[in-house]
């Protein structure tokens, strides 16, 4: 099963066709949590983008010798060691925000989307492809939590990256901060994006 | 966290602190696996057991085997370890020894090990330095908590089903993901309901 | 035949799962020693930052962990009370006691919250409180971080009439005020009454520090 794709079409699959969050609904629990600011969502996602494109790497340097019956463990442990260094990254070079994320850094590791990549595509695919592949599908689910976290910070803060910009009347949506604003916001994502290329697909 | 008290810890876990509606956690086979009541109960009752039984094993693990070997920073892997090989193990056991269980269970085995709830409930013990007896109150709570949700939501969406009005694009994980908000806003009110100590 | 491949991939996957486990465990390894005074270093320059706060010591806003080590060593005592660990911090020339700090924990809505709290020389004042490790809702019961709360506390006295009377109470936000009662999160019930609780119980150990007044503390290491 191998893929013979343009980077180009790899990239456009991972950004929309494929787009883990809308198409599959996958690998949102570890990281809805930390939308509520647009700091924390970078950083989240720069852990995801990490650990995704490398262990799609590892996992396709060592498609060859690695044999099928503990590939499995062999994912999980090659996934959790990329999330231990990235912890471990941002402890010593942003310590703050490594505080504000808490456990859900080492929750990277039950992401599903991690795991389906290597299953799916870089178990048996050449290096450079399941880089592009990781990278593409990594940005494709940063960019939908980012609005979600743009969304939840402007209504429930009335700021952007920690800087005010509603006007001074404006009063906080609290409940954007909290639990339901997150599954609200995704919920109606979800509804526009499966109705907008419901629409698309019929042209 | 000394002086918090596991019956009261065991409660909060369960509605104020609900493990899904307030943290989303084991959202994934929350969308995916939701669909009708009965399968929803059986993955949240193998949830229920395999929650409270790793976070025990995990409290151990860390403070007799971790941390006296400064070993602290391997928690990640040793957890997600801890809990794959303890799922493995349940599933051998059952399927030798309760077929019938098996048969209603089994399936729903091999998924718990991604599920994000059950090493979400291992490191939020760590993080807020719970005892032992108080990581147990937590586990249970939190592994109820998480049955709650998904067997509530699975009931919804089959009366949803039968009604068909939906929109075509809310249908499936967009009307779950609203469902779930509003559930998650009723849960908020049971917060008055739990004081500390 | 076929029993030797068996056995032979079997050994091989044990093999590789071993190789795997310990190349992977050499790269964390590697990546924690490479990093850990960095992170040693964040911890302590947080801390430190927290207590020159709530003792009011002035500091340059891009001072380095370095400059902050040193200005702790010239002006901070650390010393042992009953358990705990204080610092005293004096005056930048002669042996003034400005103030002392110590930190007292709770529970929370979610987890322990730990407050840094200073007090004045005779113990009898609040100087300052810094929440700086809580796990509380943002936006709700995580409030308790901000300024505006914290600047509450500054300046509530520690003298007492009755033993049994609480230090400080709160009140909903807006209400008019007696002293002692200061302003709750609104919304954050639970994370307020934690407060209010832990801290009540606590504060009577800052008055002990009163006595602990004399210029023998600076060179209690």
């Known amino acids: 099963m191998q893929n013979d794709q343009s980077p180009s079409q790899l990239l456009k699959q991972g950004l929309w066709q494929e ?91 039950t992401n599903c989307i991690i795991m389906g990549r290597c299953e799916a595509f870089a178990r048996e695919n050449p290096v450079f492809p399941s880089l592009l592949d990781g990278f593409a599908v990594g940005i494709g689910f940063s960019l939908v939590l980012l609005a979600i976290a743009v969304v939840r910070e402007l209504l429930g803060f009335g700021t952007l990256l920690g800087f005010t910009v509603m006007p001074d009347g404006f009063t906080p949506w609290t409940i954007m901060v909290m639990a339901p604003g997150a599954f609200f916001t995704l919920g109606i994502y979800v509804w526009l994006v499966r109705s907008f290329s419901m629409q698309f697909d019929k042209k | 966290m000394e002086n918090l008290n596991p019956g009261t810890l065991f409660f909060a876990a369960i509605f104020t602190n609900n493990i899904l509606l307030t943290n989303f956690l084991g959202l994934c086979p929350y969308l995916n696996m939701s669909r009708n009541i009965r399968s929803a109960f059986g993955l949240g009752a193998a949830v229920v057991f ?148 | 035949m076929e029993a030797v491949v068996i056995m032979k991939s079997r050994f091989y996957s044990v093999l590789y799962m071993f190789l795997l486990t310990f190349i992977f465990t050499a790269v964390v390894t590697v990546a924690k020693i490479a990093n850990q005074d960095r992170i040693l270093n964040n911890q302590h320059a947080k801390l430190q930052r927290v207590i020159f706060k709530v003792l009011h010591v002035p500091l340059r806003a891009d001072m380095q962990a370095d400059e902050l080590q040193e200005l702790f060593k010239e002006r901070i005592r650390v010393s042992e009370v009953e358990g705990r660990t204080v610092y005293t911090a004096f005056a930048p020339i ?128």
């Open chain 2, 50 to 197: 395999v929650m409270t039984c790793t976070t025990v094993i995990n409290h151990l693990v860390y403070y007799r085997v971790l941390v006296p070997l400064h070993l602290e920073h391997f928690q990640y892997i040793v957890f997600i370890i801890v809990i794959a090989a303890f799922v493995q193990l349940v599933e051998m056991v059952v399927e030798r020894y309760f077929p019938a269980l098996y048969f209603v269970l089994g399936i729903f085995l091999p998924l718990i090990t991604v599920n994000c709830a059950i090493l979400g409930a291992s490191l939020f013990m760590i993080i807020r330095e719970y005892t032992l007896t108080q990581s147990l109150a937590y586990g249970a709570g939190s592994g109820i908590g998480w049955l709650l949700a998904i067997t509530l939501v699975g009931a919804m969406r089959e009366k949803i089903q039968k009604s068909g009005m939906l929109p075509k694009g809310l249908e499936g994980p967009g009307i779950t993901l609203i469902i779930t908000g509003i559930l998650s806003l009723a849960f908020i009110a049971f917060s008055g309901m739990i004081q500390i100590q």
């Open chain 1, 19 to 109: 787009n883990p969050v809308f198409r599959h609904t996958l690998g949102i629990c570890s990281t809805l949590a930390v939308t509520n600011l647009v700091v924390n969502t970078l950083v989240m996602s720069a852990g995801i983008i990490f650990t995704l494109s490398m262990s799609c790497v590892t996992v396709s340097l060592l498609r060859h010798i690695t044999p099928m019956r503990t590939r499995m463990m062999a994912q999980t442990l090659i996934i959790s060691s990329y999330v231990i260094v990235f912890d471990i990254l941002i402890q010593a070079y942003l310590p703050d925000i490594s505080e504000a994320l808490g456990p859900y850094v080492g929750l990277i590791i």
């Open chain 3, 94 to 221: 002669g042996e003034t006691v400005i103030g002392h700090a110590t930190s007292l924990n709770g529970p929370g809505f979610w987890g322990p919250i730990y407050a840094m709290v200073g007090v004045d020389a005779g113990g009898t004042r609040i100087t300052g409180i810094e929440f700086y490790k809580q796990q509380e809702t943002p936006g709700l019961g995580a409030r308790i971080s901000e300024q505006w709360f914290t600047d509450q506390f500054v300046g509530l006295s520690l003298d007492r009439a009755q033993e049994d009377k609480a230090f400080f109470s709160f009140t909903y936000p807006g209400r008019g005020k007696v002293s002692g009662e200061l302003d709750a999160v609104t919304g954050a019930t639970f994370t307020s009454k934690a407060v209010e609780k832990f801290l009540n119980r606590e504060l009577v150990f800052l008055r002990k520090l009163a006595d602990n007044n004399d210029g023998t503390m600076k060179n209690a290491e």
